[in-house]
């Protein structure tokens, strides 16, 4: 039998126990009983279709037994393989839905242990999500806008006088201890109850606010104050839900991080009050004229009412919101409020019921007041209080701290003399200026101001027509000439400094000088030759002698000084500034109170007031003599406070700048510039009380000014014509203004002071200047003196005659005229045998002074040589006999 038994395959056994082709699957195992194929050399293996193609065709029933045995033991194989087959369970899904063993709906609906692992998987996303979220978020900055405030500017009565500067933002914050308690109170009882007790959020609250957003229901707000001060101080407006969600993380950490207390005041000092009032501090001042710090349990309840809505809460009436916010819906909804927010209070324990009780009348607040503005005067006022503060050193205050604003700065400024310089102005140029008509009379601007003198503080000015359209301070540095109101500074100089000796050096100690008396005379007559202090003659540097016009090139002959200035005669005083030295005049202007920066180039013509110190220094120099010699420098910021404490307060100093006789005698000359037959100020008579002042007119008629005082006010007016729209803005002359050949400053600025000056004295005391005494000597300056009874000098265009060099000094009442100059008064300086030793006395007629032999008693200002009486009884006028004081 063996030997017809078939042989395997050559190599068939090695085949099949090498290992399958890299990345294919075996072939599964023949069955070599059943007649297996044989495959080729070039197929190591095959599949199911590869063995139906390779089985033999036909071969008998056992055969075919054999290849169906097989081909189910590979299929079996196969997909025991893959997991299919009904021998091995299938493997359970990690998440059984749709639910499997189930048909139909049921497929699809989940079983509890899915709905609970879903909601706890929800839940514990979210948390793990508001953790790093809250984690991750900080708390920005606060908003530009909720950090910047204004400037809030008082009258010196303490009324407000406006706000500006700073942000857009009416703001003025404050710290919590500088609000009113019940204030307090009332905005924690009606918006935030628990609010020393919450964390700084209302979940529920901020859902129902999203959910309503989302809806697309109405918008709503944080719930809690935290919340509102967080909006208000870090975020914007917006009602979105990412700006609502930014809004929650960081009210959480602002609660955690933050003291109640801040948080408190940072709302009352962001949140919105209407009237364009943000802060309690600039809403309390809106309302009721009043810090918040003194608001009233009743104000404060009505102030927290307006938070809920100013439009619908202002009883005054809202912004445009038709019928439902008229005054009177406004008013019945703001005392409903206003009443529930007292009960609510009482509520929760912060107002006793007795208390309550006893509030029953509505805080009705003032009417709202025109929107804060620089118009006017008011723009120059908040410049001027500006400069005062950064330009004091002791202020700390500079230029960029006080632009952002939050300070309270009480101004000297009265309101009342305020309005009514600018009242009176503006009268006089709609009466006398008319631009239509004639030419000359555009571009006519003034400048004043008044200083109280012994104080220095700036009562009032007049900058211009309107701060917003003429930028230029009028009132303080222009560059306008003063002319002869620069002369009481010669005269001053004079006095206290003396002439020099002109047979001396040019620099001379005291010992060499001469003080001189008002009664000195000098040539008063036009283009007089001008000379060195030593008699030569002054030479410019093209080697030109000064030969200086007086005003209408008039010719007043030999003239004391006294008259000169009642005349305002140029030639007396140019010459006088020659003798005492041009370095003395300039420090008597400056120890009088004019500042550096204004005064000219030192030439001759110093003396004429070529230099330009601003109305404000002018006044305040004045007021140096109206204080007998006492200067202080002019102020208009008397304190100023942020968040109620005051960070700069005003110290008043004063310095001694001229011996009060010497003061004393400048305003007696000034006096008789108002009160002289020929003063060139009599305008100012009208004011009936003592007044004493200087006109100004400079040689191009360019500039006027009046400058004057009494004991209480000090005032200075200037006129001139500038365009101020002009690219290059120039004086122009005022020839033909107001059809008038001339303006002079005894014209318009003269009326302007006389006017305003009649309205600010009004029911103010009147007061005399203290009586001048002796000073100085007589002296005569590089010529004779004149005879008794001088022949008037003609001027060089019109035939005028002299007035006497002899003074008269006119009052309401009858007084005499004092007595021509006996020829032995006359002197030449550093003559040795001219000794006048009857000078002026002091007053009473107490000086019994012998002038070669002759008993001298006379007045304040009695010549030497009057008659005396040797008892010394007889009182002394103002050039000696009886006393000429006015009222």
Not at 375 to 389: D, R, S, W
Not at 600 to 622: D, E, K, Q
Request: charged residues 25%; glycine residues 12%; contains cysteine.
């Amino acid at each position: 039998m063996s030997e017809h038994r078939r042989k395997q395959p050559q190599g068939r056994g090695r085949r099949a126990s090498q290992p399958p082709p890299s990345g294919r699957r075996a072939a599964p195992p023949r069955d070599t009983s059943a007649g297996s194929y044989e495959q080729g050399p070039d197929r190591a293996t095959g599949g199911r279709a590869e063995a139906r193609r390779g089985a033999p065709q036909g071969g008998g029933r056992r055969r075919a037994a054999g290849a169906a045995a097989a081909s189910g033991a590979v299929a079996g194989g196969r997909a025991a393989a893959r997991g299919r087959g009904q021998a091995q369970p299938g493997k359970k899904r990690f998440i059984d839905y749709p639910r499997s063993g189930r048909e139909g709906a049921r497929r699809w609906i989940p079983s509890w242990k899915q709905v609970l692992g879903t909601y706890v998987g929800f839940a514990a996303l979210m948390m793990g999500l508001a953790g790093i979220a809250y984690a991750m978020v900080e708390v920005p900055n606060a908003q530009e806008a909720a950090k910047s405030q204004k400037n809030v500017y008082y009258w010196a009565n303490g009324d407000r006088m406006v706000t500006a500067g700073g942000g857009d933002q009416n703001r003025q914050n404050v710290d919590l201890p500088q609000v009113a308690k019940s204030m307090q109170d009332a905005v924690i009882s009606a918006e935030n109850e628990s609010f020393y007790d919450d964390p700084g959020v209302d979940p529920m609250g901020i859902g129902r606010a999203m959910f309503k957003m989302a809806t697309g229901g109405e918008t709503q707000s944080g719930s809690t104050i935290t919340q509102q001060y967080v909006k208000n101080n870090y975020l914007d407006q917006s009602q979105t839900l990412s700006r609502k969600a930014k809004e929650l993380l960081i009210s959480i950490k602002v609660g955690v991080n933050e003291e109640k207390d801040d948080i408190l005041a940072g709302y009352l000092n962001t949140a919105y009050f209407g009237r364009g009032a943000y802060g309690i501090q600039a809403a309390s001042q809106a309302y009721y004229s009043k810090d918040a710090i003194d608001l009233s349990p009743s104000e404060s309840a009505f102030l927290a009412a307006v938070l809920n809505g100013a439009n619908l809460y202002d009883p005054h009436g809202g912004e445009g919101g038709g019928a439902l916010q008229t005054p009177e819906a406004n008013t019945e909804r703001a005392k409903a409020r206003w009443s529930w927010i007292l009960d609510r209070e009482v509520k929760t324990g912060r107002l006793e019921s007795g208390k309550r009780d006893a509030i029953t009348k509505f805080p009705m607040p003032k009417r709202p007041e025109k929107a804060t503005n620089l118009k006017g005067q008011i723009g120059y006022l908040v410049n001027l209080a500006n400069n005062n503060v950064t330009n004091d050193p002791d202020s700390g205050i500079t230029d960029r701290k006080l632009k952002k604003g939050g300070y309270q700065i009480y101004t000297t400024f009265d309101k009342e003399k305020t309005l009514a310089l600018e009242k009176t102005v503006q009268k006089v140029k709609k009466k006398n200026f008319d631009p239509k008509k004639r030419e000359r009379d555009k571009y006519v601007q003034f400048g004043g101001a008044s200083v109280k003198p012994g104080d220095g503080a700036i009562v009032a000015i007049y900058g211009g027509d309107d701060a917003v359209t003429h930028y230029t301070n009028n009132a303080d540095y222009t560059g306008a000439s003063v002319g002869s109101t620069f002369k009481p500074f010669v005269m001053a100089a004079a006095m206290r400094d003396g002439v020099r000796d002109p047979n001396g050096p040019e620099q001379q100690g005291m010992d060499q000088r001469t003080l001189v008396s008002p009664r000195s005379v000098y040539n008063g007559d036009n283009k007089v030759k001008l000379l060195q202090y030593n008699g030569e003659t002054w030479l410019n540097k093209d080697n030109e002698e000064w030969h200086q016009k007086n005003d209408d090139s008039k010719s007043y002959g030999q003239i004391n000084l006294m008259q000169a200035m009642e005349v305002s005669a140029n030639t007396p005083f140019i010459q006088l500034g020659m003798d005492v030295g041009l370095d003395k005049v300039k420090e008597s202007a400056l120890d009088a109170g004019v500042n550096e920066e204004s005064l000219s180039a030192i030439t001759p013509a110093f003396s004429l007031g070529t230099s330009a110190p601003s109305a404000i220094r002018m006044a305040s120099s004045y007021a140096t003599f109206a204080q007998s010699g006492e200067k202080t420098e002019p102020y208009s910021v008397t304190e100023v406070k942020e968040k109620g404490a005051v960070v700069y307060e005003h110290e008043k100093k004063t310095q001694r700048a001229f011996d009060a006789n010497v003061a004393d005698n400048i305003t007696s000359m000034l006096e008789n510039v108002v009160q002289g037959d020929e003063g060139t100020g009599s305008v100012a008579r009208a004011l009936n009380r003592p007044v004493a002042g200087k006109t100004g007119t400079t040689d191009d008629n360019k500039h006027a000014w009046f400058t004057g005082y009494t004991k209480q006010l000090s005032t200075s007016i200037g006129m001139w014509r500038v365009d101020d729209q002009a690219e290059r803005q120039e004086f122009l002359t005022m020839y033909g203004t107001a059809g008038l050949e001339q303006i002079h400053g005894a014209s318009f600025p003269a009326e302007v002071w006389t006017d305003y000056m009649l309205e600010a004295m009004k029911g103010q005391q009147k007061l005399d200047f203290p009586e001048p005494g002796a000073i100085g000597d007589k002296v005569c300056s590089h010529s004779s003196c004149p005879s008794p009874t001088p022949s008037p000098t003609p001027s060089e265009t019109e035939e005028t005659e002299s007035p006497s060099p002899t003074p008269t000094r006119s009052s309401p009442s009858p007084s005499p005229t004092k007595p021509s100059p006996s020829p032995t008064d006359t002197c030449l300086p550093g003559q040795p045998d001219c000794d006048d030793e009857g000078t002026i006395s002091g007053p009473g007629g107490e000086d019994g002074g012998a002038d070669n032999g002759g008993a001298d008693n006379g007045g304040a200002n009695g010549d030497p040589g009057d008659p005396g009486d040797p008892a010394g009884t007889t009182d002394g006028g103002l050039f000696g006999g009886p006393n000429a004081r006015r009222d």
